[in-house]
């Protein structure tokens, strides 16, 4: 089994800011990309920003300028910055393995329980 464990969410003013952590298993986290996604009420799972295992990072356009993905590989552990937090960024936030095909990244199927973050006036 992989269990992924998210902490760090929370409630939030407009424009506040959060830094969400990941721990994941070193045998698999060390070989692997990483991403975190988010899920809205009544919405789809969409991916947030995704790192390799070199570092090499991407970014959704609603995450660019505001949001940073990090990963401490000795810690096994993914970090995501999240900065000038706005009402929309309202979700549960997930961490993810990732594989990757033709340029693009998907997720493993390897959820944990997320972490609520709430932006709210």
């Known amino acids: 089994q992989v269990n992924l464990a998210e902490s760090g969410g929370g409630l939030v003013l407009p424009g506040g800011s959060l830094r969400l952590s990941c721990s994941a298993p070193g045998n698999i986290f060390s070989r692997n990309a990483m991403g975190w996604y988010r899920q809205a009420p009544g919405k789809q799972r969409e991916v947030v920003a995704t790192?390799?295992?070199?570092?090499?990072?991407d970014y959704s356009d609603f995450a660019k300028d505001r949001f940073t993905i990090s990963r401490d590989n000795a810690k096994t552990m993914v970090y995501l910055q999240m900065n000038s937090l706005r009402p929309e960024d309202t979700a549960v936030y997930y961490c993810?393995?990732?594989?990757?095909?033709?340029?693009?990244?998907?997720?493993?199927?390897?959820w944990g329980q997320g972490t609520q973050v709430t932006v709210s006036s």
């Open positions: 993810a393995v990732l594989w990757g095909n033709r340029g693009r990244y998907f997720p493993y199927d390897y």
């Open positions: 790192i390799s295992s070199g570092g090499e990072t």
